[in-house]
């Protein structure tokens, strides 16, 4: 079935620093999704994204995290400066519709670790 | 706000066992309800969803009915295998836009032996 892909799997920091993190979506997909799972708790919803705008965030997305989809390329999360409280596994997901569809295909998470 | 309840963190079973993951919801629309499933290494798959107050999910021998009256979405499966070892999320999908979020439960750990 259609893949997510995400890149780097695992990423390895010292506070402070920027990272991004790159989420390769299905190839016609439309809408576009960052989710935060701390070890051992739920996963949660960042943001959405359509047409190049982000629609819906929630409060963990803070003023030091950004989202974009330059020219239909991989869709990024950065984050800058990085804190200790970032440290989780981070995933992506998309989907062709939107709530018409609602079926959200999720990649295999990076696994950050800010130091 | 909206919520999903998992208490059952994990579920030891054995082969042909039943199978029964307990999962309540929190909302004050019309949500719809999913259950996801989680295999080591990968993200969360789409196991069932159901969209409409008292019908029942199918998939793959797994099963769920959306019961408003009491706000419950239990999965179940009349006899698991080894393969079903994984990680199950019950959640919703609450609001009117077409740019929705996903509100996950904490996920119940199933682990079948051999």
């Known amino acids: 079935g259609p893949k997510v892909l995400q890149i780097p799997s695992h990423q390895i920091i010292d506070m402070g620093q920027m990272v991004t993190l790159n989420c390769d979506p299905v190839s016609n997909h439309l809408y576009f999704y960052w989710y935060k799972q701390i070890l051992g708790q739920q996963m949660e919803f960042l943001v959405n994204f359509y047409n190049g705008k982000v629609m819906e965030k929630s409060k963990l997305f803070k003023d030091q995290f950004s989202v974009e989809r330059p020219d239909g390329s991989y869709f990024t999360l950065k984050i800058q400066p990085t804190a200790l409280e970032d440290s989780a596994v981070y995933f992506c997901?998309?989907?062709?519709?939107?709530?018409?569809?609602?079926?959200?295909?999720f990649g295999p998470g990076t696994r950050l670790t800010v130091l | 706000g909206d919520s999903v309840t998992q208490k059952q963190g994990q579920v030891t079973l054995s082969e042909d066992d039943f199978l029964f993951i307990n999962c309540t919801y929190s909302?004050?629309?019309?949500?719809?309800l999913f259950w996801y499933v989680q295999y080591p290494g990968q993200g969360p798959q789409l196991l069932l969803k159901v969209t409409t107050a008292n019908n029942k999910g199918i998939s793959r021998g797994f099963e769920a009915t959306y019961d408003k009256g009491t706000t419950s979405f239990h999965l179940q499966k009349a006899s698991v295998q080894e393969s079903d070892s994984a990680v199950y999320f019950c959640?919703?999908?609450?609001?009117?836009?077409?740019?929705?979020?996903?509100?996950f439960g904490k996920g119940t750990h199933l682990h079948v032996l051999p």
């Open positions: 959640a919703l999908v609450d609001g009117d836009t077409n740019a929705y979020k996903v509100i």
């Open positions: 909302t004050t629309t019309y949500p719809t």
């Open positions: 997901a998309s989907s062709l519709g939107g709530r018409r569809i609602m079926k959200q295909y």
